[in-house]
């Protein structure tokens, strides 16, 4: 029978929450029947306890202004489940929702069903591919090492910061949990990070070397300065952007810019056709209502 939307959204809601110690054999196995559609487009994986959403939505936005299909991945919702999945800064249509549910419905589960998270992932990276965006962006559940977004091979790590939270499944130190969220680096892959703390940001130095991922820490390798006129200036390895502004208020949400900006400067030294002039704008038009 045909499923509707409200009945794809009921069987999935049905779901086990959290899975974040099942390990990745399930997402990998979902994937790989629908022929790995991950593996169809350029990927930024963003993990960290505050500010992922706002950094994902930022780079999301600029990729677009600079002329890019993007697809946008993030989590929880606020009214709509089809929110977590955007392309363009349009949420897919319900019709995209029951199309995507069908396929990951219909292929080999595994030993055990999926969680509602791997559902949804496998479903948002069935959809990016099928709708062929050259970019998608990424933000993880929670944590990061057995996050079912953890199945991509970025082309950039981002992890914006850390601090205490879901200790039940993440560990009960900054050591411990920044740990968890450095599980998203991969192999000489560039990891951006905003982590202050020195236990965490220690880890993400020690885990970084270990994968010879080239790290660049917020105050170390790259900057941003706020001014009374409420714009800010960037400072980076190679670029000064300046006259910069995000609508998103609080002022950490200049430093959740800055990872963005940082991230596009990596895009920019790897042939990725990035101008001042779509990073102002993309910054400009980013959008993250309610958080």
């Known amino acids: 029978p045909k499923e509707t939307y409200k009945s794809c959204l009921q069987t999935m809601y049905a779901l086990r929450r959290f ?3 099942l390990g990745l054999d399930t997402i990998k196995g979902i994937l790989s029947a629908l022929g790995n559609p991950q593996n169809d487009f350029n990927s930024i994986h963003v993990a960290g306890t505050n500010g992922k959403g706002s950094v994902a939505s930022a780079l999301s936005a600029i990729l677009q202004e600079s002329g890019y299909r993007v697809g946008l991945y993030t989590s929880p919702h606020l009214v709509r489940f089809n929110e977590r999945i955007c ?7 319900n ?3 029951v199309k995507s549910y069908q396929a990951v419905k219909h292929v080999h589960h595994g030993d ?4 509602f998270f791997e559902f949804a992932t496998a479903m948002a990276l069935y959809a990016f591919s099928r709708q062929k965006v050259e970019w998608a962006v990424i933000e993880t559940g ?18 914006t910061n850390v601090s205490m939270e879901h200790r039940d499944y993440l560990g009960n130190t900054l050591a411990r949990i920044a740990r968890e969220k450095a599980g998203i680096i991969k192999q000489a892959t560039p990891v ?3 982590v202050k703390q020195k236990q965490a ?3 993400v130095r020690e885990v970084s070397l270990k994968k010879s991922a080239p790290l660049f820490m917020l105050g170390k390798d790259f900057a941003v300065r706020q001014h009374p006129s409420g714009h800010f200036s960037y400072y980076g390895a190679e670029n000064t952007w300046r006259q910069l502004k995000t609508p998103l208020l609080g002022h950490y949400q200049v430093q959740n810019a800055a990872l963005a900006l940082a991230a596009s400067e990596l895009l920019i030294k790897n042939s990725v056709s990035i101008t001042s002039k779509s990073i102002k704008q993309g910054l400009a038009n980013t959008r993250w209502p309610g958080r």
């Open 95 to 97: 019709l995209d929702v």
């Open 142 to 159: 929670m944590g990061g090492r057995y996050d079912a977004t953890n199945i991509i091979t970025p082309a950039i790590s981002i992890i």
């Open 19 to 21: 899975g974040i110690i």
């Open 112 to 115: 055990r069903s999926p969680t």
């Open 87 to 93: 392309i363009n800064n349009h949420q897919i249509s």
């Open 201 to 203: 940001r220690s880890v």
């Open 192 to 194: 951006v990070t905003a």
